[in-house]
């Protein structure tokens, strides 16, 4: 394979995922790309899914994420992992534009990524194509030869017409993607399934994103680590090693980690950060007003007239300008609006309304911020003591994670290892310790190490020892942060 000059980077074939409404035949076109595209041969291997498969087409491969919908994708998106390169949105041509259509594209929209529609079900008598490009239109998806520049295919996934011509278009759209990875870089990917074997233990599905998986690498996630034992393609087949977007089963986790999450696998070496139980660093979640400077709001009432109301006024209030407001609608907060503010770090603020059972489970687990009340100068409060946390948290200068914890800790000397993952950091700097993403206590740094030796700062992405003075023992997995 070429190279490129001096950065040693590698073409990686695509990571593609198909989403649309339910119903729409996405299962129905992965099981038909999978089965009219992986040499039976080799197929013979295939057991189960392992959550991805890869297929070759026109002599250059595809990776699928089969698990299709909204919820893994959720899931990565909410650690701020994206695995995915490309989606193919899927709309049946006899149903059209659908709920979980617009959802889906929100979703796609919001991880920025590209995406090729495919209007299935052609197959089936009366439908009209042109009804369901109006459609897209309608939605916003500006199709390509009507203006816009989304390319779109008629497709049946269940007798097969357009799937090869679907293939080209997601060639095309990858190799304008220009998708690289660094052989020699730091091994990086996502976890995308996990199941617990009686016979095997923790057995976890990855795709390899950066650098090579290699069997005996420790391996880790922000919440789960052990070393890589063996290594099997999505064939079954066992390998010591796999490079980018390759799916992998991987055996060697000593407890669960959970879907969605990076991991970092690297081999171990010796040396005092090294010896740190290797734990990796959750990209820390865009801020929303650091991000876009945009808080991004979904809105629900009980009734249009007061929808109105909570609509007006936070379109008049004196922060609006730093709100957009993605979506507003009718009724209880439902899971829908919690999955789009979940994708979306969006804060969702409900007048004269609650949250359904699933909402409310979906708000806990992920801690999803959500407003109610019945009163509006009580939303109004609520929603400025949330903008001036947010200002604050815009006014972060350096923000350090507590990945390990030495000795004996005393209030006055403590050290701990961690991992920079907003810098400078600085030496003597005093911080506000965060636990559960609140602020929990006070110190300062009275010593800063950067592989052994004395420093008087660090830069972001460093791992760093630390003797530091607080009012409270610190744990693993606490957030040191500056503040300006
Ligand atoms: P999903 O919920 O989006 O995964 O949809 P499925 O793949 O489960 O498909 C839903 C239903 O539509 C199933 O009964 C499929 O057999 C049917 N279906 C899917 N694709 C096609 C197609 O291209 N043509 C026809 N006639 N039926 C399809």
New binding site residues.
Partial sequence: MKKDEGNNLLPRPPIIVVM????????????YIRQTNVAIKEAGGITQSIGAYEIEHSGKKITFIDT??HEAFSKMRARGTQVADLAIL?V?ADEGVKPQTKEALGHIQAAKLPFIVAI?????PDVNLDRVKNELMTAGILLEGYGGNVSWQA?????G?GVSELLDLILLAAELENLKYEPAGQTQGVIIEVHLDSRRGIVASVIVKNGILRVGQGIATPTAGGKIKSLENFLGKKADSLEPSSPALLLGFDSLPQVGEEFLAREVKLGIIEEMPLVTVKRPLTVPLEDSQKLKVILKADNTGSLEVLDDIIKNLPSTKSLEILEKGIGKINENNLKLALTTQALVIGFKVDLDKAAENLKNIHNIKVITSEIIYELLKELEDYLTLLKKTANLQAELEVLAVFGVPEKNKQIIGGRITKGPIKNQQKFEVWRKEQSFTQGRILNLQEQRKDVPEAEAGKEVGLLIEADDIIKVGDKLKVFV
């Fill in positions: 649309g409404h339910v119903d729409h035949g996405k299962t129905t076109l992965l099981d299709p919908g899927v049946a299935n079900k052609i197959d089936k497709v049946s996934a269940k007798t017409q």
